[in-house]
């Protein structure tokens, strides 16, 4: 779900009468899915990065608020370095090192509504990713650098979510529409210019009398064809986790973090470098605050990230902004 990477489903809402957050949003839901693309093939998925941001969900993951309109905003950054070989238009460098730095912004809305699909609540959220990419590539005999302003592509998600007692789960499924702004011959795209389909599942335990909370998520993204390049980027894996504690009934603190493993190799093509699968490991940690505008419910989560275990990826800091609005029934 939009995420967040389309958006994802973490939205959440616990009741303002408890301790831990009145009103607690979990950006992971709403936009679960996005990335960051290259005109190039460095590693593991096509451009250094699957089309699922990687850390889009943390606390309160597998929770669902009540039906109502919501606005998430996520402002991510990002800076990451690879060194290795790449494939680019139109050739093969075998030593390159490439650095990037994103700046972008996903907007979703999100509609909880009070309908009831397997005894779940249904949801629904699109996203659209806008923002900066700066790209270097140092290599023999090239030294460049290229920035841009992009419009990436659309996600858009549904889930329907459960809970038990301090149980809360959900699951759903986003689609990634390649219509974003894309050009094979760029080194900076934030469309990846490939269509996706992102499932996943999550699963929260939330005690609102310690103001515990404990949250994990699991996906898989089966990968289309980028019709650009004839190049097919494998399937994915990624896992994330988040473990909290309400230090006041509006603000907590935790730790965070995230695995990703690409499962299939790479093909078509523009695979010359061949399967090259990938791997990225993350942990860091986070705080989130709740508080009213005008009488409305707002969460705000600011969090970084420390990736390591990095293979045929980037490797890098993530850094990011999560803002979430009740916008009414």
């Not at 967040?4 to 979990?26: D, V």
């Not at 949801?123 to 992009?150: R, Y």
Request: aromatic letters at 10%.
């Amino acid at each position: 779900m939009c995420w967040g990477l389309g958006a994802m489903i973490s939205l959440f809402a616990i009741r303002s009468t408890r301790p831990i957050a009145s009103f607690k949003i979990i950006l992971a839901a709403v936009c679960g899915v996005l990335s960051i693309g290259l005109s190039l093939r460095a590693d593991a998925a096509e451009s250094g990065f699957g089309v699922y941001l990687l850390g889009s969900r943390g606390p309160s993951s597998g929770y669902i608020p009540h039906p109502g309109f919501y606005l998430a905003s996520q402002q991510f950054h990002y800076r990451g370095n690879y060194s290795g070989p790449i494939s680019l238009i139109p050739g093969t460098i075998t030593d390159a090192h490439i650095s990037v730095a994103t700046d972008f912004n996903m907007l979703s809305p999100v509609w909880i509504t009070d309908k009831r699909l397997f005894g779940g609540r249904l949801g629904f959220s699109a996203t659209l990713p806008v923002g900066q990419v700066n790209v270097a590539l140092n290599a023999p005999g090239v030294n460049t650098e290229e920035k841009g302003f992009w419009i990436g592509d659309p996600l858009f998600s549904s889930f329907v979510g459960w809970s038990y007692q301090n149980f809360h789960w959900n699951a759903g499924v986003t689609l990634v529409a390649p219509i974003g702004q894309y050009d094979s011959t760029r080194l900076s795209n934030l469309s990846l210019n490939r269509p996706a389909v992102d499932v996943f599942g999550a699963l929260s335990w939330i005690d609102l009398k310690t103001g515990i909370d404990i949250s994990g998520a699991l996906g898989l993204t089966v990968n289309g064809e980028n019709t650009e390049t004839n190049y097919r980027s494998g399937t994915e894996l990624h896992a994330e986790w988040s473990v909290s504690k309400a230090l006041t009934p509006a603000l907590s603190v935790g730790a965070m973090g995230y695995h990703y493993q690409q499962l299939t190799d790479d093909s078509g093509q523009g695979a010359s470098l061949g399967g090259f699968r990938g791997q990225a490991t993350a942990i860091g940690g986070f705080l989130n605050y709740r508080f009213q505008i005008d009488k409305r419910l707002v969460s705000l989560r600011a969090q970084a990230l420390r990736e390591f275990n990095v293979e045929n990826r980037f490797r890098g800091t993530p850094v990011s902004l999560h803002l979430v609005v009740e916008l009414g029934p």
